[in-house]
Every structure is written in structure tokens, then in C-alpha cells.
């Protein structure tokens, strides 16, 4: 193919076409910019509906191989008559004449034919698809709900605040139990595009590959005996630690620290910010914070 441009109003003149574009030339600009993948727009298409036999689907968009898939309210699939397995969230393209089956969809158990729609199947489509979540049930009741890597398509393209950057805060003190490892909770997390925390457990979980910056900032209380020390986790693994001796004769001021680390991380790992002191007796942890930026 020659080099060839689009969208010229020109009918007919240079690279304008006279008679309008086709759809498959239209298709070609949305790979080409876009890519395969979910949409930064509106609510992304979120699954959720852990622990029902619904699984509810966000409002969002996609492309699948040039198709444009949207959704402008929330769509739900019935998992009930799926027993105990593992399925593949999949937006697929029915490029076919007939009716494609599916183990679920939003209307039954098949795509339409010409339509791209949302399915859960067991094996991955013939036809064009993306697939944004792992879905697995047991009893046809939904356990667990896991996004899929490289769900984005153009947010390949780095954004500005919130949209790259997990918090965890906590304002209330925390009591750190004497020559104990404990996990550092929080009283409100802020959830971005790529990770999701939950507060009561401080776990936070990655949603999709990518480079990422860890970082804790914390303060124990005053006391002048032992050791004080923090550290990151990554699934269960310590990747990261800061150690500081405290000797009775030390600080009597509060005790700050800090841990940083940067990591290629992928959709389902989980990441955890620890403590550790040996004061002699339970010791408050206060005013802290964690995060979790995307870099790229």
C-alpha cells in the first residue's frame, strides 16, 4: 500500500475521497491510534460482583481490532448456570453472518452476528476479542474477579493525578505490637486506574503491568528503646527495607521513616507495607502514608 492520509474535505482533490470512507479505512485509523484494548472513558469497564452470581459490567468503551465496543450503562451477565470453572471476560467482535456462542453473555449465551458485545467464555474466541478480566466461579456463585494485563488501550499515554497514583492514609494511631512484623492498615485509601487497596487489610492490588513507584512514610511514637524498621512486600516477598537503632540513650522524639522502591509489577500482584519494633512493649504508629504511582 502507497503512502496514502485522511480526512482531506477535498472530494476527490489529493488524498481527499469523494465518496466518503470506508469502513474499513476507519477501522485502520482506530488501530493505528488507539490500539487493541479498553478506553480511558467513563468508567472503564469495571467488573465487579464478587461473592453474587451477577456479574456487573461499568460503563466504558473499547477497541477490538478497529471495532468500537461501548457501553453508556452498566451491563450484567447471569453466572448461576456456569457451575465451577474459569472464564475469560471477553469484548468480542462477531464478524460472522450468524450468532456466535458463548458460555455467557448479557443477552443469553450468544454475540450477535455483526456486533461486538461483552462475554465470559472458557476458551479464548476465534473472532476478534480483548479480554479484560478472569473470572472464576464455583457453584456459579463469582469468587474472584481479576483484570487483565495490558487492559488499556490508549492510556499508554501517561496522565497527570490521580488517575496513576494510589494513597493509603491513616490519621488515627495504629498499636505495633512488641518484636511482632505487622502489616500497616489504613483509615482511607484513594484507588487509581492501575492499583486497588483496600483500607481494614492494607493490601494493595495491581490491575495492570507496568513500572511502578512504591513508597511509606510513617512516624512511631516516642520512645528511646530498641529498633524501629519498615519495609515493602511484594506478594509476600520483602523487596525493600529501612532499619533504624534506637538506643536508650537515643532519640526521644518522634521516630520518622521511610522505604521506597521502584518495580515491574504485574495485574494481580499485591503489595504490603510493613513495621517492626522491639521497644520492650506495644508502640503507636500515627500520621502515615503510602503510595502507589504508575511510571509507565
Known amino acids: 500500500m502507497a503512502e496514502q492520509s485522511m480526512f482531506w474535505p477535498t472530494t476527490g482533490t489529493g488524498d481527499g475521497i469523494s465518496g466518503g470512507y470506508t469502513d474499513a479505512r476507519l477501522k485502520t485509523i482506530w488501530k493505528a491510534t488507539l490500539g487493541n484494548g479498553v478506553l480511558q472513558y467513563l468508567n472503564k469497564l469495571e467488573a465487579t460482583g464478587t461473592g453474587t452470581s451477577t456479574l456487573a459490567v461499568n460503563t466504558g468503551a473499547a477497541i477490538v481490532e478497529g471495532y468500537l465496543y461501548e457501553n453508556d450503562s452498566s451491563a450484567s451477565i447471569a453466572t448461576a448456570s456456569l457451575g465451577s470453572a474459569t472464564y475469560g471476560l471477553y469484548v468480542i467482535a462477531n464478524e460472522d453472518a450468524s450468532a456466535l456462542a458463548v458460555s455467557r453473555s448479557v443477552a443469553g449465551t450468544t454475540v450477535a452476528a455483526k456486533s461486538t458485545r461483552l462475554a465470559l467464555n472458557s476458551t479464548t474466541p476465534a473472532q476478534p476479542s480483548i479480554k479484560i478480566a478472569t473470572v472464576v466461579t464455583s457453584g456459579g456463585s463469582i469468587t474472584s474477579i481479576t483484570a487483565e494485563n495490558n487492559r488499556f488501550a490508549s492510556s499508554r499515554v501517561k496522565t497527570v493525578g490521580s488517575s496513576t497514583l494510589a494513597v493509603g492514609t491513616r490519621t488515627t494511631n495504629q498499636s505495633i505490637a512488641n518484636n511482632t512484623s505487622t502489616v500497616v492498615t489504613f483509615g482511607s485509601v484513594t484507588n487509581s486506574d492501575y492499583v486497588t487497596g483496600v483500607a481494614g487489610t492494607g493490601v494493595f ?22 529498633e524501629r524498621s519498615t519495609w515493602i512486600h511484594v506478594n509476600g516477598i520483602l523487596f525493600v527495607h529501612t532499619l533504624t537503632q534506637f538506643l536508650a540513650t537515643g532519640l526521644g522524639s518522634t521516630q520518622r521513616m521511610t522505604a521506597a522502591y521502584q518495580e515491574s509489577l504485574t495485574a494481580g500482584d499485591t503489595v504490603e507495607f510493613y513495621v517492626y519494633q522491639n521497644s520492650g512493649g506495644a508502640l503507636n504508629l500515627a500520621r502515615y502514608i503510602a503510595s502507589i504511582a504508575r511510571l509507565g
Not at 511502578?212 to 528503646?225: E, I
Open 205 to 226: 492490588t495491581i490491575k495492570e503491568s507496568g513500572i511502578y513507584s512504591l513508597m511509606v512514610g510513617l512516624n512511631f511514637a516516642t520512645n528511646t528503646t530498641g
